[in-house]
Protein backbone atom coordinates (compact mmCIF):
# COMPACT_ATOMS: atom_id res chain seq x y z
CA UNK A 1 0.00 0.00 0.00
CA UNK A 2 0.99 3.22 -0.03
CA UNK A 3 1.88 5.22 3.02
CA UNK A 4 3.88 8.31 4.37
CA UNK A 5 7.27 7.44 5.23
CA UNK A 6 10.06 8.99 7.49
CA UNK A 7 13.73 9.29 5.90
CA UNK A 8 15.47 9.28 9.38
CA UNK A 9 13.95 12.10 11.90
CA UNK A 10 14.52 15.68 11.77
CA UNK A 11 11.71 18.06 9.68
CA UNK A 12 9.29 17.90 7.12
CA UNK A 13 11.92 17.50 4.65
CA UNK A 14 12.21 14.18 6.00
CA UNK A 15 8.50 12.67 5.32
CA UNK A 16 7.66 11.68 1.49
CA UNK A 17 5.14 9.34 -0.25
CA UNK A 18 6.33 5.59 -0.39
CA UNK A 19 5.27 2.11 0.09
CA UNK A 20 4.89 0.27 3.20
CA UNK A 21 2.95 -3.65 4.20
CA UNK A 22 -0.85 -3.50 4.33
CA UNK A 23 -1.81 -4.43 7.87
CA UNK A 24 -3.07 -7.93 8.77
CA UNK A 25 -5.52 -8.29 11.05
CA UNK A 26 -6.43 -10.14 14.04
CA UNK A 27 -10.06 -11.75 15.06
CA UNK A 28 -10.60 -8.47 17.03
CA UNK A 29 -9.50 -6.05 14.00
CA UNK A 30 -11.25 -3.89 11.38
CA UNK A 31 -8.94 -3.57 8.50
CA UNK A 32 -9.88 0.56 7.38
CA UNK A 33 -9.27 1.95 3.40
CA UNK A 34 -8.25 5.50 4.97
CA UNK A 35 -10.13 8.39 3.22
CA UNK A 36 -8.32 11.14 5.45
CA UNK A 37 -6.29 11.43 8.64
CA UNK A 38 -5.27 14.50 10.40
CA UNK A 39 -2.21 15.82 12.21
CA UNK A 40 -1.22 16.09 15.92
CA UNK A 41 1.72 17.26 17.99
CA UNK A 42 2.16 13.81 18.46
CA UNK A 43 3.34 13.64 14.73
CA UNK A 44 5.77 16.21 14.70
CA UNK A 45 7.59 14.61 18.28
CA UNK A 46 7.48 11.33 16.37
CA UNK A 47 9.26 12.87 13.25
CA UNK A 48 11.60 14.24 15.00
CA UNK A 49 12.31 11.62 17.30
CA UNK A 50 11.18 12.65 20.44
CA UNK A 51 7.76 10.29 20.62
CA UNK A 52 7.81 6.88 19.59
CA UNK A 53 5.34 4.73 19.07
CA UNK A 54 4.56 2.29 21.39
CA UNK A 55 6.47 -0.99 21.44
CA UNK A 56 3.77 -3.23 18.53
CA UNK A 57 2.59 -0.56 17.42
CA UNK A 58 3.15 0.56 13.48
CA UNK A 59 6.36 2.87 12.87
CA UNK A 60 3.97 4.80 10.61
CA UNK A 61 3.21 8.25 11.64
CA UNK A 62 -0.82 8.70 12.61
CA UNK A 63 -2.88 8.63 15.46
CA UNK A 64 -6.74 9.05 13.65
CA UNK A 65 -8.84 7.98 10.26
CA UNK A 66 -11.72 7.79 8.81
CA UNK A 67 -12.87 5.44 6.29
CA UNK A 68 -14.85 2.50 5.37
CA UNK A 69 -14.06 -0.97 6.77
CA UNK A 70 -12.42 -2.93 3.99
CA UNK A 71 -12.05 -6.00 6.27
CA UNK A 72 -13.63 -7.33 9.55
CA UNK A 73 -11.82 -9.78 11.80
CA UNK A 74 -13.65 -13.29 12.48
CA UNK A 75 -14.87 -12.12 16.56
CA UNK A 76 -15.72 -8.72 15.23
CA UNK A 77 -19.89 -8.22 16.14
CA UNK A 78 -19.86 -3.76 15.74
CA UNK A 79 -18.74 -3.46 12.22
CA UNK A 80 -19.33 -4.80 8.82
CA UNK A 81 -17.79 -4.31 5.51
CA UNK A 82 -19.06 -0.90 4.14
CA UNK A 83 -19.38 0.96 7.40
CA UNK A 84 -17.89 4.54 7.84
CA UNK A 85 -16.09 4.91 10.53
CA UNK A 86 -13.64 7.00 12.60
CA UNK A 87 -10.58 5.86 15.03
CA UNK A 88 -8.52 6.52 17.54
CA UNK A 89 -5.01 4.34 16.85
CA UNK A 90 -1.26 4.48 18.52
CA UNK A 91 0.10 5.06 15.25
CA UNK A 92 0.07 4.00 11.48
CA UNK A 93 -2.95 6.71 10.04
CA UNK A 94 -0.48 8.10 7.59
CA UNK A 95 -1.63 5.24 4.92
CA UNK A 96 -3.92 3.70 2.56
CA UNK A 97 -5.16 0.94 4.82
CA UNK A 98 -5.10 1.25 8.93
CA UNK A 99 -6.10 -1.79 11.11
CA UNK A 100 -7.60 -0.87 14.44
CA UNK A 101 -9.19 -3.34 17.44
CA UNK A 102 -12.92 -3.29 17.17
CA UNK A 103 -13.96 -1.17 19.89
CA UNK A 104 -11.71 1.86 19.21
CA UNK A 105 -13.50 2.91 16.01
CA UNK A 106 -16.50 5.02 16.02
CA UNK A 107 -19.51 5.74 13.26
CA UNK A 108 -18.62 8.55 12.19
CA UNK A 109 -21.76 10.89 12.09
CA UNK A 110 -24.21 11.18 9.35
CA UNK A 111 -24.26 14.58 8.38
CA UNK A 112 -20.17 14.87 8.34
CA UNK A 113 -18.16 13.73 5.45
CA UNK A 114 -15.00 11.45 6.06
CA UNK A 115 -12.54 13.84 5.81
CA UNK A 116 -14.62 16.04 8.75
CA UNK A 117 -14.88 12.92 10.57
CA UNK A 118 -11.25 12.56 10.64
CA UNK A 119 -10.65 15.38 12.48
CA UNK A 120 -12.48 13.84 15.46
CA UNK A 121 -10.99 10.98 17.03
CA UNK A 122 -7.83 12.55 18.76
CA UNK A 123 -9.12 15.73 19.51
CA UNK A 124 -12.30 15.20 20.66
CA UNK A 125 -11.23 11.97 22.87
CA UNK A 126 -8.53 13.83 24.22
CA UNK A 127 -10.25 16.81 25.17
CA UNK A 128 -13.36 14.66 27.01
CA UNK A 129 -10.62 12.39 29.00
CA UNK A 130 -9.41 16.14 30.66
CA UNK A 131 -12.25 17.44 30.96
CA UNK A 132 -14.83 14.75 32.15
CA UNK A 133 -12.76 11.59 33.31
CA UNK A 134 -9.73 13.02 35.13
CA UNK A 135 -10.91 16.56 36.15
CA UNK A 136 -14.44 15.66 36.46
CA UNK A 137 -15.78 18.74 35.44
CA UNK A 138 -19.59 20.08 36.83
CA UNK A 139 -21.91 21.95 35.11
CA UNK A 140 -21.19 25.43 35.54
CA UNK A 141 -17.96 25.08 36.88
CA UNK A 142 -14.93 28.61 35.21
CA UNK A 143 -12.44 26.04 33.43
CA UNK A 144 -9.29 27.50 31.84
CA UNK A 145 -8.35 26.03 28.33
CA UNK A 146 -4.72 26.90 27.20
CA UNK A 147 -3.87 26.91 23.39
CA UNK A 148 -7.64 27.82 22.53
CA UNK A 149 -6.98 27.97 19.34
CA UNK A 150 -5.28 24.02 18.96
CA UNK A 151 -7.29 20.93 17.77
CA UNK A 152 -7.89 20.35 21.36
CA UNK A 153 -8.11 23.64 22.54
CA UNK A 154 -11.44 23.72 20.28
CA UNK A 155 -12.98 20.50 21.38
CA UNK A 156 -12.30 21.35 24.94
CA UNK A 157 -13.79 24.53 23.79
CA UNK A 158 -17.34 23.24 22.61
CA UNK A 159 -17.53 20.31 25.26
CA UNK A 160 -17.00 22.57 27.93
CA UNK A 161 -19.37 25.02 26.59
CA UNK A 162 -22.32 21.97 26.47
CA UNK A 163 -21.83 21.67 30.38
CA UNK A 164 -22.48 25.65 30.57
CA UNK A 165 -19.05 26.00 31.72
CA UNK A 166 -18.22 29.54 32.27
CA UNK A 167 -14.64 29.67 29.75
CA UNK A 168 -11.46 31.34 29.95
CA UNK A 169 -8.54 30.61 26.63
CA UNK A 170 -5.51 31.63 26.27
CA UNK A 171 -4.20 31.63 22.17
CA UNK A 172 -2.88 34.58 20.05
CA UNK A 173 -5.14 37.74 19.58
CA UNK A 174 -5.51 36.41 15.67
CA UNK A 175 -7.62 32.72 17.04
CA UNK A 176 -9.62 34.70 19.67
CA UNK A 177 -12.39 35.26 17.48
CA UNK A 178 -12.87 31.42 16.80
CA UNK A 179 -12.57 30.67 20.15
CA UNK A 180 -15.56 33.15 21.03
CA UNK A 181 -17.79 31.72 17.94
CA UNK A 182 -17.03 28.04 19.52
CA UNK A 183 -18.26 28.99 22.97
CA UNK A 184 -15.53 30.94 24.92
CA UNK A 185 -16.15 33.68 27.44
CA UNK A 186 -12.84 35.40 27.91
CA UNK A 187 -9.78 35.32 25.63
CA UNK A 188 -6.21 36.26 26.84
CA UNK A 189 -3.80 37.35 24.67
CA UNK A 190 -0.47 35.22 25.82
CA UNK A 191 1.96 36.96 23.90
CA UNK A 192 0.77 40.95 25.66
CA UNK A 193 -1.41 39.31 28.65
CA UNK A 194 -0.67 37.47 32.17
CA UNK A 195 -3.31 35.24 32.19
CA UNK A 196 -3.35 34.36 36.22
CA UNK A 197 -3.81 38.51 36.82
CA UNK A 198 -6.45 39.00 33.86
CA UNK A 199 -8.31 35.66 35.29
CA UNK A 200 -7.52 36.88 39.08
CA UNK A 201 -9.40 39.92 37.78
CA UNK A 202 -12.58 38.23 35.99
CA UNK A 203 -13.30 35.83 38.73
CA UNK A 204 -12.66 38.83 41.42
CA UNK A 205 -10.25 36.29 43.20
CA UNK A 206 -11.86 33.05 43.18
CA UNK A 207 -10.04 31.63 39.99
CA UNK A 208 -10.91 28.95 38.09
CA UNK A 209 -12.08 24.72 39.07
CA UNK A 210 -10.54 23.78 36.07
CA UNK A 211 -7.16 24.02 34.07
CA UNK A 212 -6.29 22.10 30.66
CA UNK A 213 -2.52 22.63 30.05
CA UNK A 214 0.02 22.11 27.56
CA UNK A 215 2.70 24.23 28.09
CA UNK A 216 4.33 22.55 31.35
CA UNK A 217 7.25 24.70 33.42
CA UNK A 218 6.66 28.11 31.71
CA UNK A 219 2.81 28.25 32.99
CA UNK A 220 2.98 25.60 36.40
CA UNK A 221 3.03 28.86 38.69
CA UNK A 222 0.29 31.06 37.10
CA UNK A 223 -1.86 27.92 37.08
CA UNK A 224 -1.24 27.15 40.89
CA UNK A 225 -2.13 31.15 41.12
CA UNK A 226 -4.94 31.09 38.73
CA UNK A 227 -7.13 28.04 40.74
CA UNK A 228 -9.75 27.90 43.04
CA UNK A 229 -10.37 26.15 46.20
CA UNK A 230 -10.54 22.06 44.82
CA UNK A 231 -8.84 23.45 41.62
CA UNK A 232 -8.23 20.31 39.26
CA UNK A 233 -5.51 20.11 36.32
CA UNK A 234 -4.49 17.81 33.62
CA UNK A 235 -1.25 18.43 32.19
CA UNK A 236 -1.20 16.93 28.23
CA UNK A 237 2.21 18.58 27.07
CA UNK A 238 4.85 20.83 28.53
CA UNK A 239 5.83 22.58 25.73
CA UNK A 240 7.56 25.49 27.80
CA UNK A 241 9.37 22.94 29.47
CA UNK A 242 9.31 20.69 32.14
CA UNK A 243 11.68 22.10 34.78
CA UNK A 244 11.31 23.93 37.27
CA UNK A 245 13.98 26.10 38.84
CA UNK A 246 11.67 26.48 42.24
CA UNK A 247 8.22 26.34 43.22
CA UNK A 248 6.11 27.00 46.23
CA UNK A 249 4.08 24.21 46.92
CA UNK A 250 1.46 26.18 49.51
CA UNK A 251 -1.15 26.57 47.08
CA UNK A 252 -1.40 22.70 46.46
CA UNK A 253 -2.48 21.77 50.37
CA UNK A 254 -4.03 25.51 50.87
CA UNK A 255 -6.29 25.11 48.23
CA UNK A 256 -6.24 21.24 48.23
CA UNK A 257 -5.46 21.55 44.40
CA UNK A 258 -5.47 17.76 42.14
CA UNK A 259 -2.46 17.77 39.57
CA UNK A 260 -2.46 15.37 36.87
CA UNK A 261 -0.88 14.50 33.98
CA UNK A 262 -1.87 12.22 31.09
CA UNK A 263 -1.50 10.81 28.04
CA UNK A 264 -3.34 8.63 25.48
CA UNK A 265 -1.72 6.79 22.62
CA UNK A 266 0.02 4.27 25.05
CA UNK A 267 -3.66 3.35 26.85
CA UNK A 268 -4.60 -0.08 26.84
CA UNK A 269 -7.26 -1.10 24.71
CA UNK A 270 -9.48 -1.14 27.69
CA UNK A 271 -9.09 1.89 28.65
CA UNK A 272 -9.38 3.71 25.10
CA UNK A 273 -12.72 1.43 24.76
CA UNK A 274 -14.27 3.09 27.82
CA UNK A 275 -13.41 5.93 27.06
CA UNK A 276 -14.89 5.79 23.56
CA UNK A 277 -18.05 4.61 24.87
CA UNK A 278 -18.25 7.55 27.17
CA UNK A 279 -17.81 9.69 24.83
CA UNK A 280 -19.69 8.01 22.12
CA UNK A 281 -23.22 8.38 24.68
CA UNK A 282 -22.23 11.42 26.21
CA UNK A 283 -21.40 13.82 22.90
CA UNK A 284 -21.14 11.65 19.71
CA UNK A 285 -24.69 12.86 18.71
CA UNK A 286 -24.71 16.56 19.12
CA UNK A 287 -22.47 16.36 15.72
CA UNK A 288 -25.54 15.61 13.78
CA UNK A 289 -27.47 17.99 15.93
CA UNK A 290 -25.17 21.20 15.20
CA UNK A 291 -24.09 21.80 18.59
CA UNK A 292 -20.39 20.37 18.33
CA UNK A 293 -18.37 20.36 14.89
CA UNK A 294 -14.50 19.63 14.05
CA UNK A 295 -12.91 22.63 13.82
CA UNK A 296 -10.63 22.79 10.59
CA UNK A 297 -7.72 24.70 9.16
CA UNK A 298 -7.01 23.67 6.27
CA UNK A 299 -7.69 20.48 4.23
CA UNK A 300 -4.40 18.99 1.93
CA UNK A 301 -4.04 16.49 -0.46
CA UNK A 302 -1.35 13.34 1.57
CA UNK A 303 1.02 14.54 -1.27
CA UNK A 304 1.56 17.87 0.37
CA UNK A 305 2.55 16.41 3.74
CA UNK A 306 5.88 18.51 4.00
CA UNK A 307 4.01 21.61 3.99
CA UNK A 308 1.35 20.35 6.21
CA UNK A 309 3.99 19.44 8.65
CA UNK A 310 5.42 22.60 8.32
CA UNK A 311 2.33 24.90 8.40
CA UNK A 312 2.08 23.11 12.39
CA UNK A 313 5.41 23.24 13.22
CA UNK A 314 4.52 27.37 12.66
CA UNK A 315 1.95 27.33 14.91
CA UNK A 316 -0.09 28.40 11.90
CA UNK A 317 -3.09 26.01 12.47
CA UNK A 318 -6.13 27.15 13.92
CA UNK A 319 -8.30 23.36 14.06
CA UNK A 320 -6.99 20.66 12.73
CA UNK A 321 -5.15 20.34 9.14
CA UNK A 322 -6.62 17.52 7.56
CA UNK A 323 -4.81 15.07 4.90
CA UNK A 324 -6.72 13.62 1.83
CA UNK A 325 -5.78 10.30 1.22
CA UNK A 326 -5.66 10.30 -1.95
Same mark, same amino acid.
Given at each position: ?15 ? !? ?12 ? !? ?56 ? !? ?158 ? !? ?77
Amino acid at each position: MKAIISNGFGGPEVLS !LGEAAKPEINENEI !LIKVAATALNRADTLQREGKYPPPKGESEIIGLEAAGVVEQTGKAVTRWKKGDKVCCL !LAGGAYAEYVKVHQHLAMPTPQKLSLEESAAIPEVFLTAYQALISLCEMQVGEKVLIHAGGSGVGTAAIQLAKLRNAEIFVTASKAKHQTCFELGANHAIDYKSQDFAEEIKEFTKGKGVDVVIDFMGASYFKNNLDVMGMDGRMVMLAWMGGFKLDSLN !LVPVLSKRLKIMGSTLRARSVDYKKTLIEGFTNDFLPYFDKGELKPVIDTVMSWSAIQEAHARMDANLNTGKIILKVD
